[in-house]
């Protein structure tokens, strides 16, 4: 393989890791990084299950070429726990049985942990439009939902 | 693959001229990667302009807005004079897939990228948008209209590439709006869809400019619809009239998302609807 | 050891709870390990070549070039996989599906596969295989391929003494319907077509296959059952079973996709003829284009009734097609159709067709939904007729204890009458209906089913305990298996953990489907800790040092029954553990069963729908399921299942399709066009459950995954009609087809 060096930000720490330049960033992290959280469930923008964050902002990562990474910080659903504890995302996604396969689970948090950042307060349907970029097929999404919803509510208390 | 990055547009119009090979604009990459991923493409040139500062702003002025072919959908959204003027462009760019693609997809790449059901389009040309072409050795700027000639086609000659979108000054007493009809609430590429921009004068429709999309191969600019609401103030029969010149103007094909009668008929009522938006939007009451 | 499968009620103390689960924190941190997410050193990428035509001839296959490419370590034809079936019908089927032998028989078959040291090497040999077609006149519509002329998939299958696409016609039923249609103040008959769907697992398949040159191999792979697919693989490559190891991982999603095999026999091969460990992954357009999506579907439905709502007879007529193998989902159809209802003039008869696409797999209640979608839709439009509401005529016709089914079997206590007065009650009924909105209504079933079944139930010193199981877990057994053990054992949740074996763990396990995880691995979970109590009852009569028959289990506890042993204070699960290397050694229980009688599940679902009648768009304003779980151990992932299925059916309902080109090409083979419901398409979905315990088994459990899916496709074609006055009769309904359907009839009117 020919590849380039990339030097990047990956949940906080410093991470080098060589690739293609053809490769996307989605096969990079899992492959040469090993964060195997970020998934593939269509390689082409369409379900949401490789998102991360790109410098604060909702991506896929199946559509960002690693060599991009360059330079930039990168968000992925490992880097939610802090200090030890699970982000209150996680904690309500178990505690309202938001989750039954788990494949959708990473994406879903990444993108509902941007969502209550810029909008703490959302409503009903800002959080359905605002997650329609996450496919599930397990669980119709009703208490993907209601978990994010009470995990807004619980931020806004705690402001984390 | 070679991937670079330059920092001026010459330098990036003279990578692409120079090429050999097979040579692509890399801004948001919500189109590229894809026709990657699905083998449709294999580049030999990849070259990256998000680190051009001429790509990156948006900036207002007397002569209108001018947005860098690397905004991407979400920072236009989130421009509160962009979205004040320009309603409906901004609305037709916001509507290009979720949140993820929306933190990178530009409307320049999805003008570029020539799909008959672009979003952004339509509505860029109701709003009289220009397009600012660099070459390696000249500019030149060309309206939007001009620059789509056919499905995956644009008239950019080999070595060009589009730097800025302009979007002119705005009368007051304007307004402007999208509309496009998917199956799903989000996520489906437009079945059909129609902008409308126009300026009132005492209440009463003065210039528009009706533009419909995914109902033939480039969008189509309706001058008959536009007429049919001139110096009306959208009564039933001025929109029927509306309605029918687009199902007249249009062009569309059977494919897996949507019947030539289903474009026909739908094109002319979300014509109708958006005309609705836009006159409201420009102050005026129904 | 014999055991009493029969239900007792009981008071129960941890059953029912909303327990945390087992997987949860690994799921939410990504640490879970999925098909796609574990390497093995030295590892080669593996890449399959598809057909890009329908129907062909396969007259060469020269892959010398691809075999040359520097960095490619094995390319395997069929050349590669001779049939080792003993020419076993059903396994050289499933031999050819993985890898065409002399013809393609659909848009992406797969023709040959490689192994590459990467992903970028193995594309460029695959483009270097050179295979020539002879293309061949292909069908892919049921109905097209039921007539004469069409061209015929499989020259074994005969009609007539004539070779024939339709590989099976099978018929239910009792009485006589002609005498009873003749009973009838009023008939319908309507006919309906459902498009061909896919389940939708957002993980595409992938695996891990490492050979060794002794014929030994371990297999991981995202799977609904590793047994089966560890008998099956053997099977194809001439493979001792207990030579080939195979790993479930975390499974992101199955529906019954998963229930096959499709590329590890493929992976299997490459790594044995590379002597590396071959990962394989599919993309998502090969999901779509060379897995197992449902049937496409076309029927005719026929229902008399009297005008005081008595049905007098009713016939539906299925043409299903199966893709380009011989199948029984059309029997199934056929057994479902009527399932609802108390008849006593039926008769269903079931095609099997083939036509040039993917070899259909289950997908949950695999048949039913469409059958439904026909019966359900027919009883609207003949209560409308005598003036009834649909309700009410479903009540008065519905099947209960004691009834003849009309595929067979007679009921014992079942769901569907207490599902309908449930919706009678439901205050979704009373809500307020807007302009252009329409409520509509459905019933729907599932047999569920049982199968071989093996668990081993572990104490360890401190008392706590480990249940290894072989289903693996779709959407959180893992926690009502839990659940049942500690319930049994009368200890604490937090006191039982749950893992799923891998093959050289257990016996053989049936796999995850029919909704019989949580139901088979319950009972044999019930049993193996019922065995274990034997023990425990043992070793506390061996400290006591009193006979075992004066010794009772109560909540987690050894109690020395008698006034005589009064001053013996009970023994704790935990206190027996501790002292279990001196009284015999580790503690087990360990059960193997053939579980049966699942018990049927019947569901009642409500519907408001809202339709643009300017551009035939729906959304769903409102969404009800009313089910029978028989007993809801966890509550939380019965719930779960209701709200899962009801979206996929409404997906089914409103927009999901396969398209076909005049080509015999699927058009639509990804998630952009092939359009599943996303989160601001749905409401809510609300959830009542119902517990009529089912008789055989110890909890009343009853399997309540997939009956879910059966009622939207009616449900929605039932409010659409409502709302806008048109009858859809074929899915999806999608905009363009309620547009034309509206504007039919106001041109007719």
Same mark, same amino acid.
């Given at each position: 393989?020919?590849?380039?060096?990339?030097?990047?930000?990956?949940?906080?720490?410093?991470?080098?890791?060589?690739?293609?330049?053809?490769?996307?960033?989605?096969?990079?992290?899992?492959?040469?990084?090993?964060?195997?959280?970020?998934?593939?469930?269509?390689?082409?923008?369409?379900?949401?299950?490789?998102?991360?964050?790109?410098?604060?902002?909702?991506?896929?990562?199946?559509?960002?070429?690693?060599?991009? =990474?360059?330079?930039?910080? !990168?968000? +992925?659903?490992?880097? *939610? $726990?802090?200090?030890?504890? @699970?982000?209150?995302?996680?904690?309500?996604?178990?505690?309202?049985? =938001?989750?039954?396969?788990? !494949?959708? +689970?990473?994406?879903? *948090? $990444?993108?509902?942990?941007? @969502?209550?950042?810029?909008?703490?307060?959302?409503?009903?349907?800002?959080?359905?439009?605002?997650?329609?970029?996450?496919?599930?097929?397990?669980?119709?999404?009703?208490?993907?939902?209601?978990?994010?919803?009470?995990?807004?509510?619980?931020?806004?208390?705690?402001?984390? | 693959?070679?991937?670079?990055?330059?920092?001026?547009?010459?330098?990036?119009?003279?990578?692409?001229?120079?090429?050999?090979?097979?040579?692509?604009?890399?801004?948001?990459?919500?189109?590229?990667?894809?026709?990657?991923?699905?083998?449709?493409?294999?580049?030999?040139?990849?070259?990256?302009?998000?680190?051009?500062?001429?790509?990156?702003?948006?900036?207002?002025?007397?002569?209108?807005?001018?947005?860098?072919?690397?905004?991407?959908?979400?920072?236009?959204?989130?421009?509160?004079?962009?979205?004040?003027?320009?309603?409906?462009?901004?609305?037709?760019?916001?509507?290009?897939?979720?949140?993820?693609?929306?933190?990178?997809?530009?409307?320049?790449?999805?003008?570029?990228?020539?799909?008959?059901?672009?979003?952004?389009?339509?509505?860029?040309?109701?709003?009289?948008?220009?397009?600012?072409?660099?070459?390696?050795?000249?500019?030149?700027?060309?309206?939007?209209?001009?620059?789509?000639?056919?499905?995956?086609?644009?008239?950019?000659?080999?070595?060009?590439?589009?730097?800025?979108?302009?979007?002119?000054?705005?009368?007051?007493?304007?307004?402007?709006?999208?509309?496009?009809?998917?199956?799903?609430?989000?996520?489906?590429?437009?079945?059909?869809?129609?902008?409308?921009?126009?300026?009132?004068?005492?209440?009463?429709?003065?210039?528009?400019?009706?533009?419909?999309?995914?109902?033939?191969?480039?969008?189509?600019?309706?001058?008959?619809?536009?007429?049919?609401?001139?110096?009306?103030?959208?009564?039933?029969?001025?929109?029927?009239?509306?309605?029918?010149?687009?199902?007249?103007?249009?062009?569309?094909?059977?494919?897996?998302?949507?019947?030539?009668?289903?474009?026909?008929?739908?094109?002319?009522?979300?014509?109708?609807?958006?005309?609705?938006?836009?006159?409201?939007?420009?102050?005026?009451?129904? | 050891?014999?055991?009493?499968?029969?239900?007792?009620?009981?008071?129960?103390?941890?059953?029912?709870?909303?327990?945390?689960?087992?997987?949860?924190?690994?799921?939410?941190?990504?640490?879970?390990?999925?098909?796609?997410?574990?390497?093995?050193?030295?590892?080669?990428?593996?890449?399959?070549?598809?057909?890009?035509?329908?129907?062909?001839?396969?007259?060469?296959?020269?892959?010398?070039?691809?075999?040359?490419?520097?960095?490619?370590?094995?390319?395997?034809?069929?050349?590669?996989?001779?049939?080792?079936?003993?020419?076993?019908?059903?396994?050289?089927?499933?031999?050819?599906?993985?890898?065409?032998?002399?013809?393609?028989?659909?848009?992406?078959?797969?023709?040959?596969?490689?192994?590459?040291?990467?992903?970028?090497?193995?594309?460029?040999?695959?483009?270097?295989?050179?295979?020539?077609?002879?293309?061949?006149?292909?069908?892919?519509?049921?109905?097209?391929?039921?007539?004469?002329?069409?061209?015929?998939?499989?020259?074994?299958?005969?009609?007539?003494?004539?070779?024939?696409?339709?590989?099976?016609?099978?018929?239910?039923?009792?009485?006589?319907?002609?005498?009873?249609?003749?009973?009838?103040?009023?008939?319908?008959?309507?006919?309906?077509?459902?498009?061909?769907?896919?389940?939708?697992?957002?993980?595409?398949?992938?695996?891990?296959?490492?050979?060794?040159?002794?014929?030994?191999?371990?297999?991981?792979?995202?799977?609904?059952?590793?047994?089966?697919?560890?008998?099956?693989?053997?099977?194809?490559?001439?493979?001792?079973?207990?030579?080939?190891?195979?790993?479930?991982?975390?499974?992101?999603?199955?529906?019954?996709?998963?229930?096959?095999?499709?590329?590890?026999?493929?992976?299997?091969?490459?790594?044995?003829?590379?002597?590396?460990?071959?990962?394989?992954?599919?993309?998502?357009?090969?999901?779509?284009?060379?897995?197992?999506?449902?049937?496409?579907?076309?029927?005719?439905?026929?229902?008399?009734?009297?005008?005081?709502?008595?049905?007098?007879?009713?016939?539906?007529?299925?043409?299903?097609?199966?893709?380009?193998?011989?199948?029984?989902?059309?029997?199934?159809?056929?057994?479902?159709?009527?399932?609802?209802?108390?008849?006593?003039?039926?008769?269903?008869?079931?095609?099997?067709?083939?036509?040039?696409?993917?070899?259909?797999?289950?997908?949950?209640?695999?048949?039913?939904?469409?059958?439904?979608?026909?019966?359900?839709?027919?009883?609207?439009?003949?209560?409308?007729?005598?003036?009834?509401?649909?309700?009410?005529?479903?009540?008065?016709?519905?099947?209960?204890?004691?009834?003849?089914?009309?595929?067979?079997?007679?009921?014992?206590?079942?769901?569907?009458?207490?599902?309908?007065?449930?919706?009678?009650?439901?205050?979704?009924?009373?809500?307020?209906?807007?302009?252009?909105?329409?409520?509509?209504?459905?019933?729907?079933?599932?047999?569920?089913?049982?199968?071989?079944?093996?668990?081993?139930?572990?104490?360890?010193?401190?008392?706590?305990?480990?249940?290894?199981?072989?289903?693996?877990?779709?959407?959180?057994?893992?926690?009502?298996?839990?659940?049942?053990?500690?319930?049994?054992?009368?200890?604490?949740?937090?006191?039982?953990?749950?893992?799923?074996?891998?093959?050289?763990?257990?016996?053989?396990?049936?796999?995850?489907?029919?909704?019989?995880?949580?139901?088979?691995?319950?009972?044999?979970?019930?049993?193996?800790?019922?065995?274990?109590?034997?023990?425990?009852?043992?070793?506390?009569?061996?400290?006591?040092?009193?006979?075992?028959?004066?010794?009772?289990?109560?909540?987690?506890?050894?109690?020395?029954?008698?006034?005589?042993?009064?001053?013996?204070?009970?023994?704790?699960?935990?206190?027996?553990?501790?002292?279990?290397?001196?009284?015999?050694?580790?503690?087990?229980?360990?059960?193997?069963?053939?579980?049966?009688?699942?018990?049927?599940?019947?569901?009642?679902?409500?519907?408001?729908?809202?339709?643009?009648?300017?551009?035939?768009?729906?959304?769903?304003?409102?969404?009800?399921?009313?089910q029978d779980a028989g007993k809801a151990i966890h509550p939380d992932y019965v719930e779960g299942q209701f709200q899962g299925g009801a979206a996929q059916g409404i997906g089914w309902a409103l927009n999901e399709e396969y398209i076909y080109g005049e080509d015999g090409c699927l058009q639509n083979a990804g998630f952009l066009d092939y359009r599943i419901p996303v989160c601001s398409d749905l409401p809510f979905i609300d959830t009542q459950i119902l517990e009529i315990p089912n008789p055989n088994h110890p909890y009343g459990v009853r399997g309540v995954g997939e009956t879910s899916i059966v009622p939207p496709l009616a449900a929605i074609g039932n409010a659409v009609s409502q709302a806008v006055g048109v009858r859809m009769t074929h899915t999806p309904m999608s905009p363009p087809r309620i547009l034309k359907a509206i504007e039919d009839a106001a041109a007719a009117s």
């Open positions: 393989m020919t590849g380039v060096l990339v030097s990047t930000t990956v949940n906080g720490d410093p991470v080098q890791f060589a690739c293609p330049t053809n490769e996307s960033l989605l096969d990079a992290l899992r492959n040469r990084v090993g964060l195997t959280g970020v998934k593939e469930g269509c390689g082409t923008g369409d379900c949401g299950a490789c998102s991360i964050t790109l410098d604060g902002r909702l991506a896929c990562s199946c559509l960002v070429l690693g060599v991009e =990474a360059e330079g930039r910080t !990168i968000g +992925t659903v490992e880097g *939610l $726990v802090e200090d030890g504890k @699970l982000h209150t995302l996680q904690e309500k996604f178990i505690e309202h049985a =938001a989750l039954q396969c788990g !494949i959708c +689970t990473p994406g879903f *948090l $990444v993108a509902a942990k941007v @969502l209550l950042e810029n909008n703490p307060n959302p409503t009903e349907d800002q959080i359905r439009y605002g997650l329609a970029g996450n496919l599930c097929r397990c669980t119709g999404y009703d208490k993907i939902v209601k978990a994010v919803q009470a995990a807004g509510k619980e931020m806004r208390k705690k402001k984390r | 693959m070679r991937y670079e990055t330059p920092t001026t547009t010459k330098e990036a119009a003279t990578l692409l001229y120079k090429e050999k090979g097979k040579a692509y604009v890399l801004a948001g990459g919500t189109d590229l990667l894809v026709r990657m991923k699905m083998d449709m493409i294999e580049p030999d040139l990849v070259v990256d302009i998000k680190r051009i500062p001429a790509t990156k702003a948006i900036t207002k002025s007397a002569v209108g807005f001018k947005i860098g072919a690397t905004v991407c959908g979400a920072v236009m959204g989130e421009h509160s004079a962009l979205v004040k003027a320009w309603p409906g462009v901004v609305e037709a760019t916001n509507l290009i897939g979720s949140d993820q693609i929306q933190g990178r997809c530009t409307m320049v790449g999805n003008l570029c990228n020539a799909s008959p059901a672009a979003d952004s389009v339509p509505a860029m040309i109701a709003a009289g948008a220009k397009a600012v072409i660099v070459g390696k050795d000249k500019r030149r700027t060309v309206a939007v209209e001009k620059i789509v000639t056919g499905p995956g086609k644009t008239s950019l000659a080999k070595g060009e590439l589009i730097e800025a979108i302009t979007l002119p000054a705005r009368p007051p007493r304007s307004g402007d709006a999208y509309l496009r009809f998917t199956p799903r609430t989000e996520m489906d590429i437009a079945v059909v869809s129609a902008a409308v921009s126009l300026t009132l004068l005492r209440g009463v429709v003065k210039s528009v400019r009706v533009v419909l999309g995914a109902v033939a191969p480039t969008a189509v600019l309706v001058p008959k619809a536009a007429k049919a609401i001139i110096g009306t103030k959208l009564d039933d029969a001025a929109l029927e009239n509306l309605a029918a010149a687009c199902s007249e103007a249009c062009n569309p094909i059977d494919d897996k998302r949507g019947t030539i009668e289903y474009r026909t008929k739908v094109v002319g009522v979300l014509a109708k609807r958006a005309a609705k938006i836009a006159y409201q939007r420009a102050g005026g009451v129904l | 050891m014999e055991h009493d499968t029969s239900y007792r009620e009981r008071e129960f103390k941890v059953i029912g709870s909303r327990v945390n689960r087992p997987d949860g924190i690994d799921k939410v941190t990504g640490r879970a390990k999925y098909g796609a997410d574990t390497s093995a050193p030295g590892q080669l990428v593996g890449k399959v070549l598809r057909s890009p035509h329908p129907h062909a001839l396969i007259t060469k296959i020269d892959t010398s070039a691809a075999e040359k490419l520097a960095g490619v370590k094995a390319v395997i034809t069929s050349a590669d996989l001779p049939d080792l079936t003993g020419k076993n019908r059903g396994m050289t089927d499933i031999l050819e599906n993985c890898m065409a032998r002399g013809r393609a028989l659909y848009h992406g078959h797969a023709v040959a596969a490689v192994a590459a040291i990467d992903e970028a090497t193995a594309k460029q040999a695959l483009k270097l295989i050179k295979v020539t077609y002879k293309k061949l006149p292909h069908v892919t519509d049921v109905d097209e391929a039921m007539k004469p002329d069409a061209p015929v998939i499989q020259d074994f299958v005969m009609q007539d003494g004539k070779p024939s696409n339709i590989s099976k016609i099978t018929s239910f039923g009792h009485g006589d319907v002609e005498a009873g249609f003749a009973e009838a103040d009023v008939i319908v008959e309507k006919s309906y077509k459902t498009e061909q769907t896919h389940q939708g697992y957002i993980e595409p398949h992938a695996c891990l296959a490492n050979m060794s040159s002794d014929g030994s191999g371990e297999l991981w792979v995202t799977t609904q059952g590793h047994f089966g697919f560890r008998v099956v693989c053997s099977t194809l490559l001439g493979l001792d079973m207990a030579k080939l190891k195979v790993t479930a991982s975390e499974i992101g999603g199955g529906f019954g996709g998963k229930t096959h095999v499709w590329t590890e026999p493929l992976a299997l091969a490459l790594s044995r003829k590379a002597n590396r460990p071959v990962k394989l992954v599919m993309s998502r357009d090969e999901v779509f284009k060379a897995t197992g999506p449902t049937c496409s579907t076309s029927t005719d439905i026929k229902i008399g009734a009297k005008k005081d709502g008595t049905i007098t007879a009713a016939t539906a007529v299925l043409r299903y097609q199966n893709g380009a193998f011989p199948a029984t989902w059309g029997l199934v159809g056929a057994m479902t159709a009527y399932a609802c209802y108390d008849l006593k003039n039926v008769k269903t008869t079931g095609h099997d067709v083939l036509v040039n696409r993917p070899k259909v797999a289950a997908y949950r209640a695999p048949s039913a939904p469409m059958a439904a979608f026909a019966v359900e839709s027919t009883m609207d439009l003949v209560a409308e007729k005598i003036r009834m509401s649909p309700l009410n005529f479903r009540i008065k016709n519905a099947a209960k204890e004691g009834s003849q089914s009309s595929y067979g079997p007679v009921y014992g206590p079942i769901g569907i009458g207490p599902t309908l007065e449930a919706v009678k009650k439901h205050p979704h009924m009373r809500a307020k209906l807007k302009k252009n909105q329409g409520r509509g209504m459905a019933c729907g079933f599932w047999f569920n089913f049982g199968g071989q079944t093996c668990v081993d139930l572990n104490i360890g010193v401190d008392g706590t305990v480990s249940l290894t199981i072989g289903t693996i877990d779709v959407g959180g057994s893992r926690a009502s298996l839990a659940l049942m053990a500690a319930e049994e054992l009368g200890i604490s949740y937090e006191d039982v953990r749950t893992h799923v074996g891998d093959t050289a763990s257990l016996g053989h396990n049936d796999m995850t489907e029919g909704s019989r995880g949580t139901f088979s691995s319950g009972m044999a979970a019930i049993f193996a800790a019922r065995d274990a109590i034997v023990v425990l009852r043992e070793r506390a009569a061996k400290m006591w040092d009193i006979p075992v028959d004066e010794i009772e289990w109560i909540d987690g506890e050894a109690r020395a029954l008698g006034v005589e042993h009064s001053n013996l204070p009970p023994l704790s699960l935990k206190e027996i553990a501790a002292k279990s290397p001196n009284t015999g050694g580790p503690i087990a229980g360990h059960n193997e069963v053939v579980a049966d009688n699942a018990g049927v599940s019947f569901a009642s679902h409500i519907c408001d729908v809202e339709v643009d009648p300017e551009t035939g768009g729906t959304k769903i304003i409102r969404y009800t399921v009313i």
